[in-house]
């Protein structure tokens, strides 16, 4: 988890937008997928949107499609621009290295190995 750092949530009223932002420790990390998670309190976490190691493919959950769009640069930064944000995108927003490579799906909890320390998001009404 260390080797993530995610930046850039805050509070934001409905509709506005905020873009995160995940810092790599090592260049390297960005041979890998990437993805985004969320945890609300009470609620476990759960996938937001991930990235392919190269930026070619990327995934969303389905409540986020549309609004949220994963991209990453030829560094070290991955990042989560969110517009037309709601109430319920109140949460803490990770950013984590996908460890297994190949797989169908970059919705699986398991198959991270890195985590950030997380970013609030809160959304009022």
């Known amino acids: 988890q260390v080797q993530l750092v995610e930046s850039g949530g805050g509070l934001v009223q409905a509709g506005g937008s905020l873009r995160l932002s995940c810092a790599a420790s090592?260049?390297?990390?960005?041979?890998?997928?990437m993805g985004w998670f969320r945890q609300a309190p009470g609620k476990e976490r759960q996938f937001v949107a991930g990235?392919?190691?190269?930026?070619?493919?990327t995934s969303y959950e389905d409540s986020v499609k549309g609004r949220f769009t994963v991209s990453r640069n030829n560094a070290k930064n991955v990042y989560l621009q969110m517009s037309s944000l709601k109430p319920e995108d109140t949460a803490v927003y990770y950013c984590a290295v996908k460890s297994r490579i190949g797989g169908s799906t970059y919705s699986r909890l398991e198959d991270y190995d890195s985590w950030g320390q997380g970013t609030q998001v809160t959304v009022s009404s």
């Open positions: 990235i392919s190691w190269n930026g070619g493919m």
């Open positions: 090592e260049y390297t990390f960005m041979r890998y997928a």
